[in-house]
């Protein structure tokens, strides 16, 4: 069965933003710089990094690199129709995360993050993934399963046009350790404004920063039509939940 992917938030649904989203930049403006992917295609952004670099230095707070192999993403595509039970669920993950996160000296005032990843790059249904997560996945797709899922994923996302997903933050609220973060998600084209609550310390020193949260997508809000086959009889669900477990370094320079 396809699987269609993408990052959205819980709370409020997400709302349409007309312009392109750009972060709350630290100090001044960000400059226009290598995306945050490369090779990331037109749902790609500029880099805030030289913006938040040149804050870092001037002593307005810390910029943090994502460390990909030390952060975890995992979205969950669930089956339906009648005929779901001939299908199964699905686990991606990202596997090649990309952004950073600048944090203020004090408080949250101008407190960024941004993030993408590329489409052709998420892994799925790997063992380790789907091990745990009860009956519901207890089924072992094969190889063809997997090579079938990738193929109809990225059809019915029109991943070759648009291969990328990219997430800015225009607002952080709340408080150390739980944020609430407003996020501008760019994928298929569109441009939706989400509310995602996040857990994350303020690391000290040199300590990597990590943020927890878990957000849900609806794919008919970014334009896309949730995968079905024989008049709907076998399809998947237009939601998408996301468990997000993102690890960054301090970092003293841009990619």
Known sequence: MAAALSVAGCGSAPNAVTTDARPAAAGSAASAGASVASGAGPDALPSSCPAWLAAQQRGEGRLYRVDAADSQVRIHV???????????????GVERLAGQVFLPADGIAGASVELAFRLDDVGIDKPEWRAGLGAEFASVPTASDVAGTRTNMLRAIDGERFPSISLRSTAVAGAFPVLAVKLAVRWHGQVREIDVPVRIARPSGEAPLRAQGALVLRQSEFGITPFSVLGGLLAIQDELTVDVDVAARAAKACD
């Open 78 to 92: 669930f089956r339906a129709g009648r005929l779901a039970k001939v299908g199964h669920n699905h686990v991606l």
